[in-house]
């Protein structure tokens, strides 16, 4: 069943876990992360990240992500992540788009506080949650080693975020802390007690980008410091690569789908581990100040925390 960011979220606060948010850019992506929530009985995000684009033009990926949300035995959130123009994300939203994440991390405050006030009025209209970003993500906003020397000249700023969340009123924030987009040259220093103070200032569940690659030791320390949503794609899109590499060492190998469905098996196995760590129920769950509420498109309150 389609739902609302904030609607999954809910059920993260109450349990003291983590959706993850996976991105989806093609059919044997959707099909990995959908079977493995109801295998789990989670719920779930998948999500269309606009530089995927060249990838999967979201006219087509779209309305298969939201079809196939629909059929889910499990609540699936349809998320837009990393929307850097506001046609593009209402373009999402238009097309069944269940939350968006606009990133203005690259603007000035003021213009990435503007942009996010648009986003959430028209995401209101569409019944939708909306998540926004504080902070410089080494690994794609820049060229930045978030585990050199100068890394938390890149980090979200507690006091920033604060302020962000109150001008806004975004339903989730993403901030930088340690981690990366991409493969992790060296092991990631996380700086929990940012997330903390981050999360204790805000009230707002936050999110990790470039949650690929964390130890399972770090992801359980980052969610009970109060991370609610982990973004994962690289590792279970590497773990494809090396499946479809192992599969066409077989010299008899003739069909096309035969090598799709090796790499859907691979990242089913490599998102089936990473939900295991996610949906740990034994973190502990921070009062959050702030009310998340998950809307219908006709404007019902569904649940909040």
Do not use: W
């Not at 991105?23 to 789990?40: D, I, K």
């Not at 890394?151 to 924030?173: G, M, Q, V």
């Not at 981050?198 to 690929?212: A, D």
């Amino acid at each position: 069943m389609k739902a609302t960011m904030c609607e999954v979220l809910v059920l993260a606060e109450k349990n003291g876990y983590a959706i993850g948010a996976f991105n989806t850019p093609n059919l044997e992506c959707l099909l990995a992360v959908l079977h493995n929530a109801e295998r789990m009985d989670v719920p779930v995000i998948i999500s269309h990240a606009q530089l995927h684009e060249p990838v999967a033009h979201l006219d087509e990926i779209g309305p298969v992500m939201a079809v196939l949300a629909e059929k889910a035995r499990v609540p699936v959130c349809v998320h837009l992540d990393h929307g850097e123009s506001l046609d593009y994300l209402k373009h999402a939203l238009d097309l069944g788009f269940t939350s968006v994440m606009y990133d203005g991390s690259l603007l000035s405050y003021e213009e990435n506080v503007e942009n996010t006030k648009k986003v959430m009025r028209m995401a209101e209209k569409a019944g939708a949650s909306v998540e926004a970003e504080i902070g410089v993500m080494a690994g794609r906003e820049s060229e930045a080693n978030p585990t050199g020397e100068n890394s938390e000249r890149f980090y979200t700023d507690p006091a920033l975020a604060k302020r962000f969340a109150d001008e806004t009123k975004i339903h989730a924030l993403a901030c930088s802390f340690g981690t990366v987009h991409g493969i992790y040259k060296e092991k990631p220093r996380i700086d929990f007690d940012r997330i903390e103070k981050i999360r204790t200032l805000t009230g707002l569940p936050l999110v990790m980008h470039g949650g690929s690659g964390v130890s399972p030791q770090d992801y359980r320390e980052a969610i009970r410091r109060g991370v609610r949503k982990i973004n994962y794609y690289t590792y279970m899109s590497r773990a494809a690569v090396q499946a479809v590499r192992d599969f066409l060492s077989d010299e008899t190998v003739i069909f096309y789908h035969d090598a799709a469905m090796a790499a859907q098996k691979a990242m089913e196995e490599d998102v089936y581990k990473a939900m295991g760590i996610f949906y740990e129920r034994n973190h502990t769950v921070l009062e959050s100040k702030r009310h998340c509420v998950g809307l219908t498109k006709s404007g019902e309150e569904k649940s909040e925390f």
